[in-house]
């Protein structure tokens, strides 16, 4: 999917209003996500290439381990990177899952 930072950045916001406040913070040529106050990833529109960066948590290897996604991961690992938006559903749980682990 191809998009600029602030293109981005609007869908990301729409594409998860239904899990909760979305938030998007600039930085440093980049945004922050956060849901409901909780900051579970990063995203920016690198070269064009939508990506959003993701927190790992333990809940979220296993959801997604189980379930139909195929994410890659960042070089230390300590991201999942979402750069196909088709299946909301499961990208919405997985958001989900995040912010509820790391609120704890």
Same mark, same amino acid.
């Given at each position: @999917? &191809?998009?600029?930072? /602030?293109?981005?950045?609007?869908?990301?916001? *729409?594409?998860?209003?239904?899990?909760? #406040?979305?938030?998007?913070k600039?930085?440093? %040529? !980049? =945004? $922050?996500?956060?849901? *409901?106050?909780?900051?579970?990833?990063?995203?920016?529109?690198? @070269?064009? *290439?939508a990506?959003? =960066?993701?927190? &790992? !948590?333990?809940? %979220? $290897? /296993? =959801?997604?381990?189980?379930?139909?996604?195929?994410?890659? !991961?960042?070089?230390k690992? &300590? $991201?999942?990177?979402?750069?196909?938006?088709? *299946?909301? #559903?499961?990208?919405?749980?997985?958001?989900?899952? !995040?912010?509820?682990?790391?609120?704890?």
């Amino acid at each position: @999917m &191809k998009m600029s930072n /602030d293109e981005l950045k609007v869908f990301l916001c *729409d594409y998860l209003k239904d899990v909760g #406040e979305v938030k998007a913070k600039a930085m440093f %040529g !980049t =945004y $922050n996500i956060s849901i *409901d106050g909780v900051n579970i990833g990063i995203m920016c529109a690198n @070269m064009g *290439d939508a990506r959003w =960066y993701i927190k &790992k !948590t333990p809940p %979220g $290897n /296993d =959801y997604v381990a189980k379930s139909s996604l195929f994410l890659e !991961t960042c070089i230390k690992g &300590k $991201n999942f990177i979402v750069t196909n938006y088709s *299946d909301k #559903e499961s990208i919405c749980a997985l958001a989900t899952i !995040t912010r509820d682990t790391l609120k704890k």
